[in-house]
């Protein structure tokens, strides 16, 4: 009789098990018929109406049952744990083969590509970089510099006047004033940045950026500055470049030359092909900035003992630069911050 129920529970338990459509519906189900309060623990109860003798073979029945029972229901455990493990990874899914959003990386701007080349190229000669302020008193940008008061320079055509003392740096001499000022030499600095001037055409921007370097020692020569300027074009263009010297006129320099360097486009041949260079007008020169001797009045108005120390100092333009080496049409478009532009300088 009680074995019978044990079957009939153990049948129902069965059923109840593999059916469960869930975890929680099989746990449900497994609190219902071998839980403390479930039809098993009621079963065991009746269990005191039995014999002495009777009791050894139904104890071995109800263990064997509920073992059997135990595997049906971890067999349902494990059955369901997968389909739900299956179900959320589907669920979760993502697709790999969908091509992902373009990334945009920067770059950098050619102005400070170059800049960073040529303060390499001049570092490796034993330049440092110095910096300075881009709004300069008449003393830095044109005083100290030995520029006389009425020189043209000074000029509210090519300056921008901030007050009557201040100006918008015209190019980045003032910093050879400022380092002297505050250093001893021995000194070899590059002085980089921007300057303004108010002047714009397709060569000529308001501001654009200048570098240049000055070297203070005991004995110098145009000699040095010669191998300086030539040993940093051959670096700078990557050719063997022949470079000149045409005498020119600075206020701050004496002797004074303006610096030419073969054309890099045309490699000083005037020609491509059978077209003329239009980079050097098919002259097979180019000219690339100035330089000397630092002015003894510079010197001394700077602090300098002049003549126990000299100097030899030489000025480009970063924009410039960049031109002639890429062969770039218009200085407005390092302005302009058109990405088709950018773009053919990033790595
Ligand atoms: N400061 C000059 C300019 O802006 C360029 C220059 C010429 C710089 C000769 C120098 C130099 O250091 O020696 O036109």
Known sequence: MLKEKIEEIRAQAEAAFKAAPSAKDLYDAKVQFLGKQGSFSSIMKEMGKLSAEEKPAFGKLVNEVKQALEAVYADRETALKGQELASQLQAEALDLSLPSATAAPGA??????????????????????????LIESDRYNFEGLNFPPDHPARDMQD????????VLRTHTSPIQIRTMELER??????????????????SHSPNFHQIEGLCVDRRVSMADLKGTISFFVREYFGKDLKTRFRPSFFPFTEPSAEVDCQCPICSGKGVIGSQDCRMCKASG?????????????????????????????FGFGIERMAIIKYGIDDIRLFNENDVRFLRQFSL
């Open 159 to 166: 300056t921008f006047y901030i007050d009557k003392e201040h």
């Open 108 to 133: 950098r701007h050619p102005v400070a590509l170059v800049i960073e080349e040529i303060s390499g190229i001049l570092s490796r000669l034993g330049y440092s970089i110095r910096t300075g302020p």
């Open 285 to 313: 020169w180019i000219e690339i900035g100035g330089s000397g001797l630092v002015h003894p009045n510079v010197l001394k108005l700077a602090g300098v003992q002049y003549p126990e120390w000299q100097g030899f100092a």
């Open 185 to 202: 030499p021995p000194l070899r600095v590059v002085g980089v940045g921007p300057v303004f001037r108010a002047d714009s055409d397709i």
